[in-house]
């Protein structure tokens, strides 16, 4: 888990080991204090916490953990310029405010039945921000995080003048109100016995199979256990933050549909909260548009339920680790054969996907990875090399590798930028390994032979498109990188996107690679055939938009050559209306596309 802004807090990283399931303290990403704005809390100082779904709010000290947002509600993450009233001095102009807006179907003010056992009635809570806070031509999104040291925050009250304070509650930290919590009502899937040696062509690797429940140490032995409800009183802050909170009923059409918006103000000199917040958020959406398709859940060995809020995986970190480096010791050995080591890349990809902790444990240590991108250098300087014939089979054999080392090498990346010994493998001797895997990843997207197309040329060309996509994936993730990287001050992160284009700037192909990439946006948005675009193109029209606007807001030279070589294209094929006839509205990832679309051509056609 990463602790941003004044490090670790031990008090609250032991609340939320004691008090969660171990499953869910893993897919905490970060936590950081802040000044906290809603409908329901006015300017109090809390603990932000992040998982992979959600936006939870703790007190401060913590008491309770209540789920603020969750990820499929929000529409949009951004900073904003401006100068909040409650600060003064510098704090007041290096304040980092982050604004959240979701869509939820709960009447704003509305009193929920929990308020009825309170004796004292809570002071009236004031009104939604006013939409002042949205960016305008005085109040404008940042391009950079600015950053604030910890600043007195003054008393908070409501507008009535009554000061709002966090009450200490009867129960012990240790055996929280689960209702406040939210967090232990996880589906619970059956337990399979593990095999003690792993196969490596059955379908679903033991590494993918729950094995075992969480740690009984992990638990405390006076916490609820799952699905039970205890009656203890909940604190108010906990009451007030339950007021934001959607039941079923409310779902099934109580109340309209409209949007609210969640206030952060970083505390933090160091703060990242924003990098984090806008990172988490932009998994879930492309995890949650994934799972919709049942090509990817069945490559993936993912259940046919398409719901992203379950987790399949119940296995133990020390069992995971297990499998994982025997997995890998098999994979590293000398004289493997090119199909076992295929199958074996198969078998880790398809966990990768799985299991975030086995993400994790692929950082560890580098010598998988630096296998990984050695192997891929290899193999495509083959593929492309005028000594190999592209009808000879073993080009076809390393197009296939090719592809499934960077699909495994794209899931690696997802979610994983907390985790401290990816940033050190990136960054190890001024960033060799990433230099290496930047020029390994970028190829020609042309085939050149002289001999005539036959079946074999069109089974290759398949080959190199699917590539070509997974090339995409992969760089997408290079460039988030190097995105936060950008935000970060840090002189050890030098991964920026600048740095990156210089990189990539002598590659004799990136030109041609990227303008690949621009012309299947235009041939996706204006392919009439074409009507829907499934879940894993709208990914992947998302993920090119963000490579392709990278190019133009950090490269001068990827910049000019799109310009003058795909602007008319744009200009006549490309619609923001297009983009929307073709993005299904319950794609989670379909209107932050849209707004890419739209910000890529308003670039192009500058």
Not at 108 to 115: F, L, M, T, Y
Not at 199 to 212: N, Q
């Amino acid at each position: 888990m990463a602790r941003t802004g004044s490090g670790r807090n031990s008090k609250l990283d032991s609340f939320l080991k004691r008090n969660t399931d171990r499953a869910v303290y893993e897919r905490i990403r970060a936590y950081e204090p802040c000044v906290v704005m809603s409908e329901s809390v006015n300017k109090v100082f809390m603990h932000v916490v992040l998982s992979d779904e959600c936006v939870y709010l703790a007190e401060y000290p913590p008491r309770a953990l209540t789920a603020a947002v969750r990820f499929s509600q929000v529409r949009h993450v951004e900073l904003v310029n401006d100068l909040p009233d409650f600060l003064s001095g510098k704090d007041r102009e290096r304040c980092q405010h982050i604004r959240v807006v979701y869509v939820t179907t709960n009447p704003a003010g509305r009193k929920e039945d929990v308020q009825r056992k309170d004796q004292k009635r809570l002071p009236a809570l004031p009104p939604a921000p006013p939409r002042s806070y949205q960016p305008s031509a005085s109040s404008t999104v940042k391009g950079d995080a600015n950053h604030l040291s910890a600043p007195p925050i003054r008393n908070q009250t409501h507008e009535g003048g009554e000061e709002l304070q966090v009450l200490k509650t009867v129960r012990s930290a240790s055996c929280p109100d689960p209702e406040t919590l939210s967090l232990r009502h996880l589906p619970r899937f059956p337990i399979q016995p593990a095999s003690p040696t792993r196969s490596l062509h059955s379908p679903v690797s033991p590494i993918l199979s729950p094995t075992l429940p969480s740690s009984a140490s992990h638990r405390s032995p006076k916490s609820p256990e799952p699905g039970q409800v205890t009656k203890r009183r909940g604190s108010v802050l906990a009451r007030l933050l339950m007021r934001e909170r959607v039941s079923g009923g409310e779902r099934d059409g109580e109340g309209a549909e409209r949007e609210a918006e969640l206030h952060l103000y970083a505390v933090s000199q160091m703060s990242r909260i924003y990098l984090h917040l806008h990172s988490s958020w932009n998994s879930f959406v492309i995890r949650s548009t994934l799972i919709l398709d049942p090509l990817h859940r069945k490559r993936c060995g993912l259940s046919s339920s398409p719901s992203p809020h379950k987790h399949p995986t119940a296995m133990s970190w020390e069992r995971t680790a297990h499998l994982f480096w025997q997995l890998s010791a098999e994979l590293l050995q000398q004289g493997i054969s090119l199909e076992s080591q295929y199958l074996l890349l198969q078998e880790l990809r398809t966990a990768a996907h799985r299991n975030t902790t086995l993400r994790k444990l692929f950082w560890r240590s580098s010598d998988v990875c630096v296998f990984l991108v050695q192997t891929l250098e290899d193999s495509m300087q083959s593929c492309q090399s005028s000594e190999v014939l592209p009808t000879d089979v073993l080009t076809t054999d390393q197009l296939l590798l090719s592809t499934l080392i960077t699909q495994t090498l794209a899931v690696m990346f997802r979610e994983t930028e907390v985790e401290p010994a990816r940033l050190s493998i990136l960054t190890a001797k001024k960033g060799a390994l990433t230099v290496q895997l930047l020029l390994a990843v970028v190829c020609d997207p042309e085939l050149h032979t002289h001999q005539e197309e036959s079946s074999l040329q069109s089974e290759l060309r398949t080959l190199l498109a699917e590539y070509l996509d997974a090339a995409c994936s992969l760089l997408f993730e290079l460039v988030v990188l190097g995105q936060e990287a950008s935000r970060c001050s840090s002189a050890e992160v030098f991964l920026t996107l600048g740095w990156i284009f210089r990189v990539l700037q002598p590659h004799p192909h990136l030109l041609s690679f990227i303008g690949y990439q621009a012309q299947q946006v235009v041939l996706v948005l204006s392919d009439p055939q074409l009507e829907v675009l499934s879940p894993t193109q709208s990914v992947l029209l998302y993920q090119r938009c963000r490579v392709l606007l990278a190019c133009l807001q950090y490269s001068c030279h990827l910049g000019q050559h799109l310009r003058s070589h795909f602007r008319e294209e744009f200009r006549y094929y490309v619609k923001p209306s297009c983009a929307e006839e073709k993005l299904p509205l319950h794609y989670p990832i379909s209107q932050p596309a849209q707004k890419l679309v739209t910000q890529l051509l308003t670039l192009i056609l500058q």
